[in-house]
């Protein structure tokens, strides 16, 4: 009697979770949108930070290499004077006040070289431990429901929606909730960590008629709002995550079989360590 009561109490609860989350507010999904389009500026501005930190050091580099061959040139110079026992004058304290300005700029372009390459190397290396962290807390669970992988510097927990939802649900199954938790227990502890939610899903439009949806872009921003509060309730804080909605413009397989569409339904957790010190360093230059 106990256990009947105990499953009509969850069935209750779950069908008025699910009643209240069908219902979104003209306001809610104008918000929902408007917290999209800030995500995809960030987005923009972190891979233009990322470029312009490249080329920033791909300059210096050819600036020291250019200041190396200069001072080659002007050392040769003065050494093939000294050799005939010519009369160097004012050229000769020219050519050294030269090599001596040569000198001090490349070593303070090199001082940088070595802080952003330092800087830089740190941040691999809480990449690859953050990885490490993650991939050990969700170690229990199937290659084929959850992935973590390193791209482009951040570190991708990518999820499948049949680990998370059913079909054109937002309300997150028990084992998907099992994983998020084990997810926010690893991320809690690393405060300087910014997390992205991405929810995803395939090309075949939502049921016509569905409540609080119109199309595929409501169904991934409410997914991964659903999947923001879990993570937030579970200890990570609000400030630091972000949920935001591609809808099925970013697939991972074009193809239109059941295979491809299965894989392009989707949630992508990205973990961003922060850049502040290297920002700061482009910024002094």
């Given at each position: 009697?106990?256990?009947?009561?105990?499953?009509?109490?969850?069935?209750?609860?779950?069908?008025?979770?699910?009643?209240?989350?069908?219902?979104?507010?003209?306001?809610?999904?104008?918000?929902?949108?408007?917290r999209k389009n800030a995500l995809e500026v960030d987005k923009s501005g972190l891979e233009q930070q990322k470029q312009s930190l490249e080329e920033e050091k791909a300059r210096l580099e050819q600036e020291r290499a250019e200041l190396e061959r200069q001072k080659a040139e002007y050392e040769q110079s003065l050494q093939q004077a000294l050799k005939e026992g010519k009369a160097l004058g004012e050229n000769l304290n020219l050519s050294k006040t030269q090599i001596d300005k040569l000198n001090a700029d490349l070593k303070v372009r090199e001082d940088r070289l070595k802080e952003l390459q330092r800087i830089l190397d740190e941040k691999d290396r809480a990449v690859n431990a953050l990885r490490s962290k993650v991939s050990n807390a969700l170690l229990g669970f199937n290659d084929k429901d959850l992935t973590v992988n390193i791209r482009n510097g951040k570190v991708y927990v990518s999820l499948a929606e049949q680990l998370l939802f059913?079909?054109?649900?937002?309300?997150?199954?028990?084992?998907?909730?099992?994983?998020?938790?084990?997810?926010?227990?690893?991320?809690?502890?690393?405060?300087?960590?910014?997390?992205?939610?991405?929810?995803?899903?395939?090309?075949?439009?939502?049921?016509?008629?569905?409540?609080?949806?119109?199309?595929?872009?409501?169904?991934?921003?409410?997914?991964?709002?659903?999947?923001?509060?879990?993570?937030?309730?579970?200890g990570v804080q609000p400030e630091r995550v972000t949920p935001s909605g591609r809808s099925l413009y970013v697939p991972l397989d074009n193809a239109r079989t059941k295979e491809a569409r299965q894989k392009n339904r989707r949630t992508e957790i990205i973990l961003t360590p922060k850049l502040d010190e290297l920002f700061q360093?482009?910024?002094s230059a």
């Open positions: 009697m106990k256990k009947n009561l105990f499953k009509a109490s969850v069935y209750l609860l779950a069908g008025t979770m699910a009643l209240s989350s069908c219902v979104v507010s003209k306001k809610k999904y104008e918000d929902l949108l408007a059913n079909s054109g649900s937002t309300k997150v199954d028990p084992k998907g909730v099992e994983a998020l938790k084990k997810l926010a227990a690893v991320l809690k502890e690393q405060n300087d960590v910014n997390v992205v939610v991405e929810g995803h899903t395939d090309d075949v439009p939502i049921a016509k008629g569905t409540v609080g949806m119109q199309d595929n872009w409501d169904l991934s921003v409410l997914r991964a709002t659903e999947i923001t509060r879990i993570l937030t309730q579970s360093i482009l910024e």
